[in-house]
């Protein structure tokens, strides 16, 4: 049975920062691309991060280069997500997701496998 499960969610204030983790369970998961989408209120699903099986290429959002970092531990099925100088607009849910295919996608319908979200709340 696949499961992905996201923790490390929280509430924090502004240039704050939060690490998010996905833990990988049910596949195999060193050779799948993995990444991270967000979901705000009232918006649409939207693509973060996305790193593939070696960690060789890895691609972020404008809205989150130099600010967001993903990584990846294949030997403990765990991919994360590093959040520093957060914002307010960063305020989502985030998704990790799992894609069976050697190239990463900014898409989220060419995922395989999603998890069910962590809250991130950016508030003074």
């Known amino acids: 049975q696949v499961q992905l499960v996201e923790s490390g969610g929280g509430l924090v204030q502004p240039g704050g920062s939060l690490r998010l983790s996905c833990a990988a369970s049910?596949?195999?998961?060193?050779?799948?691309?993995m990444g991270w989408f967000r979901q705000a209120p009232g918006k649409e699903r939207e693509f973060v991060a996305s790193i593939t099986w070696s960690g060789g290429s890895i691609v972020y959002a404008d809205s989150v280069k130099g600010r967001f970092t993903i990584s990846r531990d294949n030997a403990k099925n765990t991919v994360y997500l590093q959040l520093n100088n957060l914002r307010p607009e960063d305020t989502a849910v985030y998704y990790c997701?799992?894609?069976?295919?050697?190239?990463?996608?900014?898409?989220?319908?060419?995922?395989?496998?999603w998890g069910q979200g962590t809250q991130v709340t950016v508030s003074s």
């Open positions: 049910g596949f195999t998961f060193s050779s799948y691309v």
């Open positions: 997701a799992a894609r069976n295919r050697l190239l990463g996608s900014t898409f989220g319908n060419r995922y395989d496998y």
